[in-house]
């Protein structure tokens, strides 16, 4: 399934859906229009991508029931809002300084493009509970998280950084961080960074075995 197929999947029902950094608003016109919620808010920092989702929303006659809104990360919204609030598209330390702004959602559909496992420490720390999957769009990979409010499952080490998976795409996945690595190995000349690569590395080849 592809990337927003995908987040479609993971948001169920609710009353209201926010996107933030919403882009064209492709994301919560899709879930208007398949009835996944009732209302929803597209935000976003810049004006360009937030007129042209004005254009979108527009064109699809659902300007009744998405707003758009200006601003910065999850500010433009009021506590308890919206109950499904969908962050993707975002390096993972900007996704941890939205969040560490203002109100707290009891739910979240994430797509962190990188530093997963800075993001997935730091949800815990929030006493988030995190389920992850993954989309693929011909041969790139996306992680996706579902992200509520709840007494979360223990991560090991390992899995801090290899993320814990129910998907039939995991082991590609894990092959493809595999060889990326390996070129990273190839390249470094610091004795202590190769050494924390090799044990992600080890990390890797486990969870590949496992799988």
């Known amino acids: 399934m ?3 197929g995908t987040m479609l999947s993971l948001i169920g029902e609710c009353e209201v859906l926010a996107d933030i950094g919403t882009d064209h608003a492709y994301l919560p016109i899709e879930a208007v229009r398949g009835g996944l919620c009732k209302r929803a808010i597209a935000c976003d920092i810049v004006d360009g991508p937030l007129f042209m989702a004005k254009k979108n929303i527009h064109a699809a006659g659902l300007q009744d029931r998405i707003e758009t809104r200006l601003g910065d990360g999850l500010r433009p919204l009021g506590e308890n809002e919206a109950d499904c ?9 900007n996704i941890i300084e939205i969040l560490r702004v203002g109100i707290t959602p009891p739910r979240l559909i994430l797509q962190p493009q990188h530093d997963l ?3 997935r420490r730091f949800l815990h ?11 693929r769009e011909r041969s790139r990979f996306y992680v996706v998280m579902h992200v509520e409010n709840g007494e979360q499952d223990h991560y090991t080490e390992a899995e ?12 590609a996945y894990f092959c493809e961080l595999l060889k990326k690595i390996s070129r ?3 390249a470094i000349t610091d004795e202590k960074t190769r050494e924390v690569a090799e044990k992600r590395k080890s990390w890797l080849e486990s969870a590949i075995s496992e799988g």
């Open 160 to 171: 801090y950084f290899t993320g814990r998976f129910d998907s039939e795409y995991r082991n």
């Open 125 to 135: 720390a929030k006493g988030y509970k995190i389920k992850e999957t993954l989309a």
């Open 184 to 186: 990273f190995i190839n």
């Open 85 to 93: 609030i969908v962050i993707a598209g975002m390096g993972g330390m």
């Open 2 to 4: 592809n990337r927003i």
């Open 117 to 119: 496992e800075e993001l």
